[in-house]
């Protein structure tokens, strides 16, 4: 994904995160209800230069981290292929509406093309209606039910 200004005309920019994004990356991540302070975002980021399979995306403005998307390609064995999974997905609420989500699902979308998966496919809580609305919208579809079985504080 090349830095790139949004379809609207607004200065709207998406890049890879660096470590300096902590603070951001931690306000969003407290926005999609993952409680997250910017020393722990800044450990996070950290981590995830030592997976090359993941990658995050931040949609800034005026140089305010507003959105961001995470996403991991991997093999997938049950389809014998490797596929993307978008495992986190953000916007702030004051720039909803305004196709950064769009933006960034069709950045990821690229991405994943480009690195051989054959499909895209993300979780999302239940009480999140809007945001199922919004994937819908998007062309993506119900496939499955996902269980959960925590083995710790995570």
């Not at 953000?90 to 093309?113: P, S, Y």
């Not at 690195?115 to 945001?131: F, I, Y």
Request: aromatic letters at 6%; proline letters at 4%.
């Amino acid at each position: 994904m090349e830095t790139s200004p949004a379809a609207s005309n607004t200065q709207v920019y998406i890049r890879p995160a660096v470590l300096e994004d902590a603070p951001g990356v931690a306000a969003l991540l407290q926005a999609l209800g993952y409680p997250c302070s910017a020393e722990e975002a800044a450990v996070r980021l950290l981590n995830l230069r030592e997976e090359p399979e993941q990658q995050l995306w931040i949609a800034q403005e005026h140089g305010e981290a507003i959105a961001m998307i995470a996403m991991d390609i991997r093999y997938y064995l049950p389809l014998g292929a490797r596929t993307c999974r978008i495992t986190a997905l953000v916007v702030l609420d004051a720039f909803h509406g305004r196709g950064i989500g769009k933006r960034l699902l069709r950045e990821a979308e690229q991405k994943a093309r480009q690195a051989g998966a054959s499909r895209v496919e993300l979780t999302t809580a239940l009480h999140r209606e809007q945001a199922h609305l919004f994937y819908k919208a998007c062309g993506y579809e119900n496939a499955s039910l996902r269980f959960v079985k925590r083995l710790g504080d995570a």
